[in-house]
Structure formats: C-alpha cells, structure tokens
C-alpha cells in the first residue's frame, strides 16, 4: 500500500521545506512573462530536476476565442532624471516595468510620464506588479512614496524589450501509470519575482512530481507549467480529444504563505478530488476551509469551463487577493515559509495517497463480525477504550459491502483515510476482504495471508 505522506514526513518536514524554498529563490530573480525567455529559463530549471517536454506555439495560433500572442522580452527599463540617476530601475526589481510593455525610449516631463505609472497608495513602499498582455501599452510602477518625490523636470524613459513574433513556451511532465487514467497536476509559471503567487505552486508541483517518478502508480500523472489563462487555454486546445483521460486534477498557486488551506471545489461539486482534498485538509493538522466553485481564480477557470467541465480543483492557502501582499513586490521570499511549502507538499502527497489507494472491498465474512481476537487483530494498543485502529478496522469490516469506498468510509466514520486505508490493508492481508475491481471483473483475494503483516498493525 502506497503512503507518500509517511515516507515524506520520514524526509522531515525542515528539511523538505528548506529544499522547496532553496528552489523558489533559485526561481525568483527571473522576469517571466506569458511567453519569452523567462519562461524558458524557468521551464530548464524544472526540467533539471524532472522530465520535461517542452512545447513551443507560434504566435497567431488559434485557441479557441483566443489567439497565441505575440513573444515578448526584455533586457532593461528604467526612468532617469536629468542628472542621469536611475528613479525605477528594472535590474534592481523586475517589477518595475509594466509586464509586456511595448519598446519606449524617450524624453519626456513628469505630467506626460505620470499617466504611466502605477503605485499602491495604501501601501506606498511596495511596487505593485501590472500587466499589459492584450493591449499594447508601456508603463512602470514604483512605490507611491517614490513617486510622489519626483521632481518636476524632463525624464529619460527607456523600455528595452521587443515584442514580436514568437511563441509561447509550456512544459510537460507525464510520468506513466498502470492505467491510462491520469490526474493533472498544474501551476502557472508567468509571474515575474513573486513568490507565493507562482514559486509556491511550481516549486511544489516539482517536487511533487520528482517524488512520485519512478514508482509503480495506479494512475497516470501529468504536471503542467503554463503560462496561466493562455497556457491552460492553449493546451487544452491541442489536448481536446485526450482531456477525456483526466479523472482528477488540481490547479496549486499560492501555497507558500503563514496562513491556513483553501481548498477550491470543482465545478462538479462532488468530484472524488473534491471529496479525497476535504478528508485530507480536515485530517492535516493545520486550519482548512473548502470552498464551492466559483468562475474566477486561477486555471481552474479554465479546466472548468462548461465544454470541458473537468473535475479540477484548486488548493490554496490565504486566498489570492484576500491579502494585501497579493500582486506587489512584498510577495517575497520572506512571504513564503519553508514550513509552509512542505505542509502544503505534504497535503498533496495525502491527496495522491487517496487517490491511490482508494478503491471498493467486499468483506468476506459479512454474518456478525469475524472474530478479530482469534486473528490478532482485537489488540488494544492503548488504555481500556476501544482504540481507534480497530475501530477504524470495525467501520472497513462494516461496510465493505462492495458498495462503499475507502474515501466513503472515512467519510462516514470520520476517521482520516491513511488510518482506513492502513485497516483495509491489514485486513486484506489476513484474508478478511477481496478487492472489488472498478470494471467489474473478478473480485480479487489475497490467496495465502501473510502473518508477519500482523506485526507492524
Ligand atoms: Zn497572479
């Protein structure tokens, strides 16, 4: 029986953590955009650590309502006052130019420059981050206190990038299964240097997908990083015939901060993601709320789109926009914890372990209970009540009519799913259950039960 979260928590949850936020700020200088060579760059640091294939679509491609854009990059940016000193330089911060801005070098005064400027008034120290994707367009953005300090007087302006022809760059990561059945696994990967928006996810996503490689897997697993909304739209355009294989799939942004989990439904509603992420989040340990669907957030918007309706979730933890720091330059590497990325990559190995190891038994011994005792398996591990891995193992007995699922069972009994899933397998083990295929075939027995497995109950 597979238990990821085990075998991670035997990783120590520091250290993982450490791993992931070594990893983010390894990522975090790099100015991504929606296409271009900061995306490219980002996508050959994933493909160091896992198999990527990278698929590149030239601009002009049509994806449904949309079209692939232009390719956009850039080397530099900045405002100069008159005595040639640097106001808002892009390599100090990358957020200081608009994301997207269209080639601009001039001189202009300060009335001219201020409509291209964006600031936060309530927070006059952070640069906000801003894009233009759609409508060609320049601009910068620098903390309100900055701005407000300008001088009257002539500016140097120049935006040193080109926006041309190209293409629009996404990575791929299938590691195959025993069925052709897949759970998608996807992040967005065009922010610039923002942490918890865009690192969290992918850095997890990662090591995610680096834990799970070279494992025997009921499922196949493909990890996306796209550029978000376009990427997803794209690639479910060149994927339309075969999105029919995903049977599970989660959206992961913003899962780097101090606060609790949100967890996003599909837009199903009662999908088995949806179910499998509620018993994992009530389970873990830390604060969790789930939320039902809604048409706006990330890629789930996308994957939940009414012609596809795939059963897509999203996990989060402080919902994107609900905090301040949300699209500014205080989305930093302090923002993210490395406490925090290895929880929330601990919660997607539970997750993984649902999915894995959730499957229908029938109870070959349905008239009164089998006597547990004679087998061993009555054992109280601790003080005169009834301790709970037996009564986890009482509820698999109980309703393990070949209606009822693992996940329906924990749901039923209240009990996390790893300590349900631990009792259906010791009772497989000693011969009290067979395993209800999902085709309806032959149910399948343990031919010989094992003895020693009683052990390490
Ligand atoms: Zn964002």
Request: charged share 20%.
């Amino acid at each position: 029986m597979m238990n990821l979260r085990k075998e991670l928590d035997q990783r120590g949850m520091a250290k993982v953590g450490e791993e992931l936020h070594r990893f983010a700020a390894d990522l975090y200088p790099i100015c991504r955009s929606i296409t271009g060579d900061g995306i490219r760059r980002t996508m050959a640091m994933i493909q160091a650590r896992i198999p990527l294939q990278l698929s590149e679509v030239p601009t002009g491609t049509p994806v449904f309502d949309w079209t692939v854009p232009k390719e956009w990059n850039i080397r530099d940016a900045y405002i100069a006052s008159s005595d040639g000193k640097r106001v808002a330089d892009f390599r100090t911060c990358n957020l200081h130019v608009l994301n997207y801005s269209t080639p601009v070098h001039a001189t202009m005064s300060l009335s001219e420059l201020k409509p291209h400027l964006f600031t936060i008034p309530e927070h006059p120290d952070w640069v906000p981050y801003r894009t233009s994707y759609y409508k060609e367009s320049w601009g910068f953005c620098l903390p309100h206190h900055q701005m407000l300090a300008l001088e009257d007087g002539d500016y140097e302006v120049c935006i040193d990038s080109t926006l041309d022809d190209g293409h629009l760059t996404y990575g791929e990561c299938y590691l195959p299964g025993q069925s052709t059945d897949e759970v998608l696994i996807s992040c967005h990967a065009c922010h610039p240097s923002l942490a918890n928006d865009n690192l969290s996810g992918l850095t997890v996503a990662t090591s995610l997908a680096q834990f799970l490689s070279g494992r025997d897997l009921r499922y196949s697993y493909r990890f996306l990083f796209i550029p978000g909304t376009i990427g997803a739209i794209t690639w479910l355009a060149r994927n339309r015939e075969t999105v029919g294989h995903i049977r599970h799939g989660l959206v992961l942004t913003c899962i780097g901060d101090a606060g609790g989990f949100h967890y996003k439904k599909s837009r199903r509603g009662n999908a088995e993601i949806d179910r499998a992420a509620a018993c994992v989040l009530n389970h873990c340990g830390e604060s969790a709320e789930t939320a039902e669907f809604s048409p706006y957030g990330y890629d789930e918007r996308q994957y939940c789109s009414p012609g596809f309706n795939l059963p897509v979730g999203c996990l989060m933890r402080s919902i994107w926009g609900s905090c301040p720091e949300y699209h500014t330059s205080a989305d930093d590497l302090d923002f993210i914890r490395p406490l925090q990325l290895a929880g929330s990559l601990r919660v997607c190995t539970a997750i993984v372990d649902v999915l894995e190891n959730n499957r229908r038994y029938r109870n070959l011994s349905p008239y009164g209970e089998p006597q547990l005792g004679r087998r061993n398996l009555y054992c109280s591990t601790g003080g005169d009540t009834i301790a709970t891995d037996i009564n986890g193992r009482l509820w698999v007995l109980n309703f393990s009519d070949g209606e009822h699922s693992l996940l329906d069972i924990a749901e039923r009994s209240g009990l996390s799913f790893s300590l349900i899933s631990e009792a259906a397998d010791l009772l497989y083990q000693n011969g009290l259950l067979s395993v209800v295929p999902d085709d309806g075939g032959g149910e399948k027995t343990l031919d010989e039960p094992t003895h020693d497995t009683l052990q390490h109950s």
